[in-house]
């Protein structure tokens, strides 16, 4: 529906009450998703519908195409494709638009983005699990008749003692308070002692109806209170892994595959992706959720990759920055047991080459080694120093004494003094490079 309709802006449209077609208007309205069709007899009883400027006093007019409907001020919109979705409906939520006491009701904590819709049956208030929700009331009525036989199943949690040769004559139907209920077929799957003496026991629960408190009272009637309720599936829908709160749309391929027959094919939809692309935060009943956590529900987050469970936003929680000391970039000193190794600085002795080893043979290594050639450069250098001393000074050749090798002498032997160069001498031969440049001639 929607605010745009103004009465003074559109002219009322006549028809003649004998023309054939049309539809009722109870049906219209449902098929657009205002309300059941006993819903909508009470709307028109209050005089909230109004049909082409005149106010309904009878449920008994039929609708054309082209008509004006408003209900409670809002215009009705043309009627759209059926839509389906699953509600994982949480505990303290009633399954009505508006509850006189005022209570949470489901349609007020559905996301936005969702159009009005209306409940295939109900759950009550303390029970929780798989909710259908749809915009066509026909197919809500059509999937509520007992006739068409859709299953509904639930796991029920009892206090109580029960057998499983008990819970088999439930199969044949039961009558409580003058009330007739169907065959039921109850399994009990398992049974928790308490430490009060009593025990839990869990029971699976497959029937065919949807009267109201029907579960509780049936098991009731063989001495089971029911203090925990959950339906898993209606009809081929399954809850699946909804969480509390969740909505999640049907896609149009799966509605025309399971749905066939029961929707009409001019409101039947189209296309393979749901317009709904999305599940919405989880929602907690009243007084249960957690510190921090959300009552409510409302933010349309998008939908998980098939194969995963839907994605849930959380609030994102800043960390406190981590404080360092000063100094804690610098490295620090080991304190194990393994030690740095250190080499003793050499002396200027152990630096200078005494002998060439011989070919094939390694050279000596060792204290004794080391000694050895300490001696042997200490003998040379005093040698050198006697010769140097003998030798006339002014002579060539000759070097005072005192003064450093030159630099082309051999590294670790002192050089003997050198005769002036032969004619002809054109230097060492380079080893590599750029040859060295002849000196001039003699």
């Given amino acids: ?57 009878t449920p008994a007019v039929r609708v054309f195409p082209g008509d004006l409907l408003v209900v409670d001020g809002k215009l009705v919109e043309d009627r759209q494709p059926t839509r389906l979705f699953r509600y994982h409906k949480p505990t303290g939520l009633v399954t009505t638009h508006n509850d006189p006491k005022e209570r949470p009701t489901v349609f007020g ?34 999937l509520e008749m007992p006739q068409n036989a859709w299953t509904r199943r639930y796991r029920a949690r009892a206090f109580g003692h029960a057998t499983q040769e008990t819970l088999d004559k439930l ?54 209170k029911v203090n925990r309720l959950i339906r898993l599936s209606y009809g081929p829908f399954a809850l699946g892994t909804l969480q509390a709160g969740q909505v999640e749309e049907v896609g149009p391929r799966v509605i025309r595959e399971l749905l066939a027959g029961v929707i009409a094919d001019e409101n039947m939809p189209t296309g393979d992706k749901p317009l709904f692309v999305g599940v919405a935060d989880p929602l907690y009943a009243p007084g249960v959720a957690k510190e921090g956590e959300r009552l409510r529900g409302g933010e349309v987050q998008r939908r998980a990759p098939t194969g995963r469970a839907p994605q849930i936003a959380t609030p994102k929680v800043e960390e406190p920055k981590k404080v360092y000391k000063a100094g804690w970039a610098k490295a620090k000193i080991r304190t194990d047991g393994h030690k740095s190794k250190t ?100």
């Fill in 171 to 224: 199969k044949d139907g039961t009558t409580i308070e003058g009330v007739r209920y169907g065959p039921i077929e109850a399994r009990l799957d398992k049974a928790q002692d308490k430490a009060g003496g009593g025990r839990n026991v869990w029971i699976t629960v497959t029937l065919s109806e949807g009267k109201n408190r029907e579960v509780r009272k049936v098991l009731e009637s063989v001495g089971l």
């Fill in 109 to 142: 904590a559905l996301p936005h983005g969702l159009p009005r819709v209306i409940s295939v049956g109900r759950l009550d208030l303390n029970s929780e699990g798989l909710l259908l929700l749809t915009n066509d009331g026909e197919l809500s009525r059509a």
């Fill in 343 to 442: 080499h003793k600085p050499k002396s200027i002795d152990t630096k200078f080459v005494t002998e060439a080893p011989g070919r094939g043979k390694p050279g000596a290594k060792g204290p004794a080694a080391k000694g050895a050639a300490a001696k042997g450069a200490a003998g040379k250098g005093a040698a050198g120093k006697s010769a140097a001393g003998k030798s006339a000074p002014g002579k060539p050749g000759a070097r005072p004494a005192g003064k450093a090798a030159p630099q082309g002498a051999v590294r670790g032997n002192v050089a003997p003094a050198r005769s002036a160069k032969p004619d002809g001498f054109k230097g060492p031969r380079p080893t590599g490079g750029k040859p060295a440049p002849l000196g001039p001639k003699r």
């Fill in 1 to 57: 529906m929607t605010d745009k309709y103004q009465p003074a802006l559109h002219d009322a449209v006549e028809h003649d009450a004998d023309a054939e077609g049309g539809e009722r208007v109870a049906k219209a309205l449902a098929r657009a998703g205002v309300a059941s069709r006993r819903e909508v007899e009470r709307l028109i009883e209050a005089g909230k519908v109004v049909l082409n400027g005149q106010v309904l006093a």
